[in-house]
Structure formats: structure tokens, C-alpha cells
């Protein structure tokens, strides 16, 4: 068996969500869904913020064992242990934040995940717990089982990015399948003009289109947190934003900017203009 048949069957591992369904909606009322939600996506950032913070932990935890290794380095070691502890904190916060906007399979492995990393943190504690005691031998053998820990968590981790799209840009692949110039996309007599968000496909790219009155808003359709369909989604901030059914994400139908996570990256706008009737569309930097 493959490593990633293991986590396969831990995507689908269904019993979990006995315990992952009243956790994440415990986080979603300790993060609510304003301003600090939103910092600990990273919307501020325009990238996921967690996994630049968990460098901190991840570097000082290796950083500690590698030291191990070499005589006269007990106080630094206990240093760089101590500030993974501290820095752990902010990364797990981050950590919870995405997790409770995923999906379930991507919420099942990310349980797992947490709770070799919640393992791993007890272990580099007992660790510096022993070395603050004068035990050196039994500090360094936590460690080494806090190392190891850290390993099948980050293991998940990449599984989470990698295989199962965490994190990642869901509308990235746009700009590479739309032709350059300008695209014939429909009649504007066949656009409602009520603001109600339509699904039109532009060759095989699925476009929101928003017709409120002379105003047209051309969007990707596909949000770039989970690729939930936008022309599903409503209007917020009257009519100047539309909102992903699926998570909540919101984005801007002038420029496609994030207005609120856990989308961290925008979904592209497309430049409008109507020729003879029909509503021609052009996407800045396509192809």
C-alpha cells in the first residue's frame, strides 16, 4: 500500500466528523466572521497566512535537534525550543481559521494533522521541561520524538496543499485558458437586467455575468478559495460585491479583489464593452 492510499482512506474516514462537525463550528464562534477571521486567512496578505508562520515553529524545532548534535549547545537548544513553543500559537490559530472554512475530507486529514502537531508540542514541552531540570539525555529523546511527530504532521500538511488543493488559487488557471483580446460572450438582450448573477460560458470557462441596469460585471465564476460557483452567490454591499455560496468569501464585481475570506487571492475581472448588441469581454494578460 502507497502512502497516499493510508491518507486516502483517512479523506473518508467518516466517524471522524463526530468530532470534526462541533469543532469547527466551536471555531467559527471563537474566530467570528469579521476583521480578525480574516487576518488569520491572510486576506490582508493576498496569501494563506499560516503556513508562513509555521516556518517559525518548524525552523526553530529543527534547529533545536540539529544542536543536540553538537556538545555545548544545551542552552541554545532550550532557546530555540522555547520560541518554537511560543510561535507555535499564532501558527495554530491560523491553522484552526482555515481548517473550519474546508471541506470534509479536507477537514478530516487537517484533524489528523492538528493532532500530530498538539502531540508534537507536548512532546518538545516535556523536553524543555527536562532539560530546565538538569535532564539533558531525557530532553533530547523528547525531541527526537517531537521531531518526529512534527514529520507525519507535515506530511499531512503537504497532502492538504498538494493533493487535496488547501490553500491553493482556484481561479489561477484562468488567464491560461481564455484567448487574448477581446471574446464574443452573449447577446446583452439576454442578460437579466435585475442583478441577479448569470452563469455564461466563455468556450469552456465559466464566467458570472451582473447586468444592473447599464452597469455590466464580468467575474471568473469559480471562487479561489474552493472553487464554489459565484453565479450561485448573492449580491452584498449594495451590488458592489458578490458573495461565494459555499464559504462566504466576498469579492468585488469591479476588480475582482477580495473583500472578505477565507479567499486570500481575487478572482479575475474581465473588461466589458457591448458591440452591435452583444456584450464583448476581455481578460488583462490572458494567454
Known amino acids: 500500500m502507497q502512502p497516499f492510499d493510508s491518507v486516502t482512506a483517512l479523506e473518508n474516514a467518516t ?4 468530532v470534526v462537525d462541533p469543532l469547527r463550528e466551536g471555531v467559527r464562534k471563537v474566530f467570528g466572521a469579521g476583521k480578525l477571521r480574516d487576518a488569520l486567512h491572510g486576506v490582508w496578505l493576498g496569501h494563506p497566512l499560516h503556513p508562513t508562520l509555521v516556518q517559525v515553529a518548524i525552523g526553530a ?10 556538545p555545548g549547545n544545551e542552552r541554545g537548544a532550550q532557546t530555540l525550543i522555547a520560541t518554537g513553543l511560543v510561535s507555535a500559537g499564532p501558527a495554530a490559530a491560523t491553522g484552526w481559521a482555515d481548517w473550519s472554512e474546508m471541506h470534509e475530507q479536507q477537514q478530516r486529514v487537517g484533524l489528523v494533522h492538528a493532532a500530530l502537531n498538539i502531540s508534537a508540542l507536548a512532546a518538545y514541552s516535556a523536553s524543555l ?7 539533558e539525555a531525557r ?15 507535515g506530511f499531512l500538511g503537504g497532502h492538504l496543499s498538494f ?6 488559487n482556484h481561479s489561477e488557471d484562468v488567464p491560461h485558458l481564455v484567448k487574448p ?3 464574443d460572450l452573449c447577446a446583452v438582450d439576454d442578460l437579466a437586467g435585475d442583478g441577479v448573477p448569470q452563469l455564461r460560458l466563455l468556450d469552456s470557462v465559466p464566467l458570472v455575468v451582473v447586468r444592473q441596469g447599464e452597469r455590466i460585471d464580468v467575474l471568473s465564476d469559480r471562487c479561489s478559495h474552493l472553487s464554489g460557483p459565484l453565479h450561485q452567490g448573492e449580491l452584498t454591499y449594495d451590488g458592489e460585491c458578490i458573495a461565494c455560496p459555499w464559504h462566504g468569501s466576498v469579492f468585488a464585481l469591479e476588480d475582482g479583489a477580495v473583500r472578505h475570506g477565507p479567499a486570500t487571492a481575487p478572482v479575475h475581472a474581465f473588461d466589458v464593452k457591448v458591440d452591435g448588441g452583444r456584450l464583448m469581454v476581455r481578460l488583462p494578460g490572458a494567454g
Open 129 to 135: 521541561g527536562a532539560r530546565l531540570n538538569g535532564n
Open 139 to 153: 530532553g533530547k529523546a523528547w525531541a527526537v520524538g517531537g521531531l518526529s511527530l512534527l514529520g507525519l504532521a
Open 61 to 70: 524545532f529543527s534547529s533545536a535537534s540539529v544542536l543536540d548534535l553538537v
Open 181 to 183: 483580446g477581446w471574446q
Open 163 to 168: 493533493r487535496l488543493a488547501a490553500g491553493a
Open 15 to 18: 466517524p471522524l466528523d463526530r
